[in-house]
């Protein structure tokens, strides 16, 4: 894998890496001592994906979000999903109205550039699917309108993987359409010290700045896609991985291809996170158990002896062959 960039592909990874760094810099001023979280939040929005954080309650789910959308000054929606929610609470209404003699679109919350759904799995089914058109299209439909969402568009995801009770699971059409799935987690005893500090007087979220303008976050993304190199070993690797999901003794159903789209953006954007113009087998292992866990299910029986969807990617890591350097001629 060859890794000498141009003078012109440098500077535009180093201009990349320098806006990215600001954003993950600002946001652990609130999310502290996350920083490899924070770069698979960054990761997702730099892909255009979607992220679902998946926790206990009280470890910076909502904070995450908040800090993430005023660092790149980006409009920011929370949706609190109850079951009595309804799918026009999420995208909207058309309205009659009797000046014009016309329908007016009401846009509702999902039309902002990142959206928060809180606690996505204690709305019904019906609502829940109406935030699919949105996450995959990037437009959402309203009696028979079409309306493109506004560009950034990331979608944060939030549930308490420890209540089940009155909540609907999401079901693996939506889970498919989150580019990742991460956890906080609980702090170290530092870091949890450092936030009583932080937190003496007032949330640190209350005077965080703008670090980043929007052109420059949709710059960044193009940069990302234009500049960053993804070697034929590297897709051979990721195709083989993601291929292992599907043939593994343990697994009912394994990730589609949309599994391999995300480890491709996901790797372009690490790459790019830490200066390099230039995708890793490293990358692709960094990403592949946030990236594929949420997209497998284990077979029922084997979930009896404690084997998880995160288990049988650590598993397929140590079985398929990382691609060897090619010799530059």
Request: charged content about 25%; hydrophobic content about 45%.
């Amino acid at each position: 894998m060859d890794g000498t960039m141009s003078e012109e592909q440098a500077a535009a990874i180093a201009e990349a890496r320098d806006i990215a760094q600001r954003i993950a810099d600002n946001i652990a001023r609130v999310i502290i001592g996350k920083s490899a979280e924070i770069e698979l939040a960054l990761i997702a929005l730099v892909c255009q994906g979607h992220l679902l954080i998946e926790d206990i309650p009280g470890v910076g789910k909502t904070s995450l979000a908040k800090a993430l959308a005023r660092s790149v000054g980006c409009t920011f929606r929370r949706i609190q999903f109850t079951p009595d929610l309804l799918p026009s609470d999420v995208t909207g209404v058309s309205i009659y109205n009797q000046r014009t003699q016309a329908f007016e679109f009401r846009p509702g919350p999902i039309m902002a550039q990142i959206v928060l759904s809180d606690e996505i799995n204690r709305a019904t089914p019906k609502t829940q699917s109406a935030l699919l058109e949105a996450m995959e299209e990037r437009q959402i439909t309203v009696d028979g309108v079409t309306h493109p969402v506004p560009l950034p568009h990331l979608v944060m995801a939030t549930q308490n993987p420890i209540e089940y009770e009155g909540t609907f699971p999401l079901p693996e059409a939506q889970l498919d359409r989150f580019m990742m799935r991460l956890t906080l987690g609980y702090p170290s005893r530092n870091d949890e010290l450092a936030i009583l500090d932080s937190q003496r007087l007032r949330h640190p979220i209350e005077t965080l700045e703008q670090v980043v303008e929007v052109d420059e976050l949709r710059k960044l993304q193009r940069i990302v896609r234009e500049h960053v190199r993804v070697d034929p070993l590297v897709r051979e690797y990721i195709v083989a991985m993601v291929a292992a999901t599907r043939q593994h003794d343990d697994v009912y159903l394994g990730a589609s291809p949309r599994g391999s789209l995300a480890l491709f953006r996901g790797g372009q954007a690490r790459a790019a996170l830490h200066g390099r113009g230039y995708v890793l087998p490293d990358d692709v292992k960094g990403l592949a158990e946030p990236v594929l866990a949420h997209r497998i299910i284990v077979r029922p029986e084997v979930r009896l002896k404690s084997v998880t969807a995160s288990s049988v990617v650590r598993d397929i890591l140590q079985t398929v062959p990382v691609p060897g350097a090619r010799v530059r001629a």
